[in-house]
């Protein structure tokens, strides 16, 4: 059983940058390959990034490219999201979630864990 708990959301200007951190407990971190989603009010829950278990290969949804990062280190058991250039479009809640490390995946349905979630709120 791993657990996740998100940090590091708040409140920025619209072309500001936040850095989203993701701690994970209770399990062998290296056995899972992370992911990233978001949900903004009245939308479903939608792919942001993931990365492999050793962090060597990431992959994005078309509208982050560029903009969003997405890190780990395994030896604190952290994965990382910096948001660069942020939107108003951007504001949601944002979710950090495991899968065993078997390919890279962008449906939820993928993901056997999840955090609580963190607020980003990108104003105008």
């Known amino acids: 059983q791993v657990q996740l708990v998100e940090s590091g959301g708040g409140l920025v200007q619209a072309g500001g940058s936040l850095r989203l951190s993701c701690a994970a407990s209770?399990?062998?971190?290296?056995?899972?390959?992370m992911g990233w989603f978001r949900q903004a009010p009245g939308k479903e829950r939608e792919f942001v990034a993931a990365i492999s278990w050793s962090g060597t290969t990431t992959y994005y949804a078309d509208s982050m490219k560029g903009r969003f990062t997405i890190s780990r280190d395994n030896a604190k058991n952290m994965v990382y999201l910096q948001m660069n250039s942020l939107k108003p479009e951007d504001t949601a809640v944002y979710y950090c979630?495991?899968?065993?490390?078997?390919?890279?995946?962008?449906?939820?349905?993928?993901?056997?864990?999840w955090g609580q979630g963190t607020q980003v709120t990108v104003s105008s």
């Open positions: 979630a495991a899968r065993p490390k078997y390919g890279l995946a962008i449906d939820t349905d993928e993901y056997d864990y």
């Open positions: 209770g399990g062998t971190f290296t056995k899972y390959n």
